[in-house]
């Protein structure tokens, strides 16, 4: 791979080490390059021939760029990302040929057993493949070829997050263009749905880390009680980098830059210790790939810096937890941005049928929406600090609200215009106004020109996500197109048609404080949806109506549906857990020893002072008083520990992957979170050098 002089501009080797258009230009025959395009942009096959070229003229750059291998790099229900790795090498008479055709390019074989199927595959049916995906460029990471793909099962069924998104936008575009065309777009062939995600992380202290076996088995502190000092002075969101923090971000900006990942923002985030990135937006597939290779290169950079970055959503209790917000935009292949109001929405009937069909969509299927943000992790965040609520609600802001309420009502809207901000100083230019305001408390918040989806995770993939909110978009647009094709006057059918799906998506609209407790009461009253943890959130997701929606799409099959609910529920139960396990091994081997010997310390202080000539008259009580409480406290750690294990037991006794996820999530999680009450308890009585672990007040402070 290239090397770069340490104070490079970045636009010299930026996308260095992808196997982008301008190089498929320079190394391919103009008909090769010209079909490759033509797949890309439009969506037709890549004729055979074409990739046996597309792979030689790979393994060239790639050989020339220090690579001995290639992979198909593929993203399986596992949550990160899979690859196993190929040499090109081929024997011949007296050595070997660097080698790599156009059918080892299409297609890869793996263990599809040896992945999460959802029953799909049985142990003993292995087979599966991946398939090159040639709309993502291929990429050079740790000296290797990497071709993204999707995976799929022997029999046809999908098996990885990337292959529904891929699909979703296929539905995408053949709704949307055909929308575009009532409106007079003959020019238009291809609409994508864009993202640019927002990655919120912490980085703490290597030593720190490895000192505690919660983080470095669960990803996340299973205990901890909260330091003198959280995030209550709002002083550390936008504030000063440290030098160890500004190092990271300066080479994980280089690392990612030449895989041609469009980082552009970092800054320091709410709770001390967090921060957050945020790219240009680009095609939601290629955002799915980059995403996902920017997680990695997060904890790969941080090592460098001894540090560890953490992903979880709520790696510390009592501090804001890590979402990933993700932006969501649709433009045209000729440069429209679909979701532009422009200056005058009201009379922008294009973008008011694409914002309905919107707002139809989340109205109708918000189960769906809630439930590609479910996870383990995500369950100990959502509704808590700087997180969106689990309610499914979409902010618009006042001056949008102005407008969908004029037509509905038939009356005129006065006074529209983005308004001129004056701050009364000379020397400060004046700028204008946004039409909305930014709702943090929005689990989807439309910021001008795209929604902001704020209920994803810091760790998952924004593929699923993606791949839901794409599928009823089309849906909805696909409705409406078979309603207004069928009218005799399109003007007044389309204007009936946004009055009655303004008035029937108004329940989902909410432009409020969403944190606050009189919410919650207003969602029961519209009726709202309301699924607070992952388990009655995956419950869902084969309901008919949803499983129609999909079917219809052409997105996922009835069994890929049913698959993937059980992936995800077996995934529940098996983190809940896994961290149940681990609380039970620090309670009993390092917690409980502590107390135990500190209560004997202490009584043998109140022995010592006991022993004393009875004329000093020495006091005993704050040994006794401490000794009394440990001691209390130490009994109700030991229950703790029984029930937490006898809890487990139970949940691991169900048999279906339904009643194991209920099982963990009624009887395992409430016994955690009585253990951790009670050892959080105890280590504000145990003095700190003997404490088995580092604080959070240390963990959080010292970067």
């Not at 929308?179 to 291809?190: A, C, E």
């Not at 080479?251 to 895989?259: A, R, Y």
């Not at 039970?584 to 109140?606: E, F, G």
Request: aromatic letters at 8%.
């Amino acid at each position: 791979m290239q090397n770069f002089e340490k104070n490079a501009s970045p636009d010299t080797y930026f996308g260095c080490n992808v196997f982008n258009e301008n190089v498929m230009r320079s190394c391919l025959p103009k008909k090769v390059f010209e079909a490759v395009m033509a797949t890309r942009r439009m969506g037709t096959p890549l004729p055979r021939d074409a990739a046996d070229s597309v792979a030689n003229a790979m393994k060239e750059w790639a050989v020339a760029n220090g690579c001995t291998h290639f992979t198909h790099w593929f993203q399986p229900m596992t949550g990160v990302t899979a690859e196993k790795h190929d040499a090109f090498l081929t024997p011949i008479a007296g050595g070997v040929t660097l080698d790599f055709s156009g059918k080892e390019l299409i297609k890869g074989e793996s263990d599809a057993s040896s992945f999460p199927s959802g029953g799909l595959r049985a142990t003993f049916e292995a087979r599966g493949y991946t398939a090159w995906d040639p709309t993502s460029d291929a990429f050079i990471k740790d000296r290797t070829l990497c071709i993204p793909t999707g995976f799929v099962s022997y029999t046809g069924e999908v098996l990885d997050k990337k292959t529904p998104l891929l699909r979703s936008m296929e539905a995408v575009s053949r709704a949307s263009v055909r929308m575009l065309r009532m409106f007079g777009n003959d020019k238009v062939q291809r609409v994508v749905t864009n993202v640019g995600p927002e990655q919120e992380y912490f980085l703490i202290d290597k030593a720190s880390y490895d000192a505690r076996e919660d983080l470095i088995l669960t990803g996340r502190t299973l205990f901890g009680s909260m330091p003198p000092k959280g995030e209550e002075m709002d002083d550390h969101y936008f504030g000063n980098l440290t030098q160890r923090v500004s190092d990271f971000m300066r080479e994980l900006d280089v690392e990612l830059w030449k895989l041609g990942i469009y980082a552009k923002t970092e800054h320091n985030e709410v709770a001390p210790a967090q921060h957050e990135l945020a790219p240009v937006y680009t095609s939601s597939n290629i955002a799915a790939d980059h995403n996902q290779l920017t997680m990695e290169l997060m904890k790969k950079t941080a090592l460098k810096h001894g540090l560890v970055c953490l992903l979880h959503e709520k790696p510390f209790a009592g501090i804001s937890g890590s979402g990933k917000h993700n932006n969501w935009s649709i433009s045209t292949d000729d440069g429209q941005n679909l979701l532009d109001p422009g200056d005058t929405p009201q009379d922008n009937m294009q973008f008011l049928l694409v914002l309905c069909a919107f707002l139809k969509g989340v109205k109708d299927y918000a189960p769906l929406l809630r439930l590609s943000s479910a996870s383990a992790g995500n369950d100990c965040r959502l509704g808590g600090n700087e997180a969106p609520p689990t309610v499914i609600s979409v902010f618009i802001g006042d001056d949008l609200q102005r407008v969908l309420d004029a037509i509905e009502s038939g009356k005129p809207l006065e006074g529209f215009g983005k308004e001129r901000f004056c701050l009364g100083v000379d020397a400060i230019p004046q700028f204008r106004k946004d039409t909305t305001d930014r709702n943090r408390t929005s689990p989807m918040a439309f910021t001008g020109n795209k929604f902001e989806f704020r209920m994803l995770g810091a760790a998952d993939s924004i593929s699923c996500f993606n791949f839901v909110m794409n599928t009823i978009f089309s849906h909805e647009v696909t409705a409406f197109c078979d309603e207004l094709e069928k009218a005799e006057d399109f003007n007044t059918a389309l204007h009936d048609l946004l009055v009655r799906t303004i008035r029937e998506t108004k329940d989902i609209i909410f432009n409020g404080n969403g944190y606050g407790d009189e919410w919650f009461a207003e969602c029961k009253r519209r009726g709202l949806p309301n699924y607070p943890s992952t388990v009655e959130s995956l419950m869902q997701y084969d309901r008919p109506e949803f499983v129609a929606i999909f079917e219809e799409m052409n997105v996922l099959s009835r069994a890929e549906i049913t698959s993937r609910k059980e992936i995800l529920l077996d995934n529940y139960s098996k983190i809940v857990c896994i961290e149940a396990r681990t609380m039970l091994d620090i309670a009993r081997k390092k917690i409980m020893p502590v107390c135990i010997s500190y209560t004997k310390q202490l009584c043998d202080a109140v022995n010592a002072k006991n022993q004393l000539s009875p004329s000093l008259n020495v006091s005993t009580a704050v040994e006794d008083a401490l000794v009394c409480e440990i001691s209390d406290l130490t009994a109700g750690l030991f229950e703790a520990i029984e029930d937490l294990r006898e809890q487990i037991s139970l949940a691991g006794r169900e048999q279906t992957a339904v009643e194991k996820a209920k099982a963990y999530r009624k009887l395992v999680v409430p016994a955690m979170e009585r253990l951790r009450t009670t050892a959080d308890a105890l280590e504000l009585l145990i003095p700190q050098d003997q404490w088995p672990f580092p604080p959070y007040s240390e963990i959080l402070y010292n970067i």
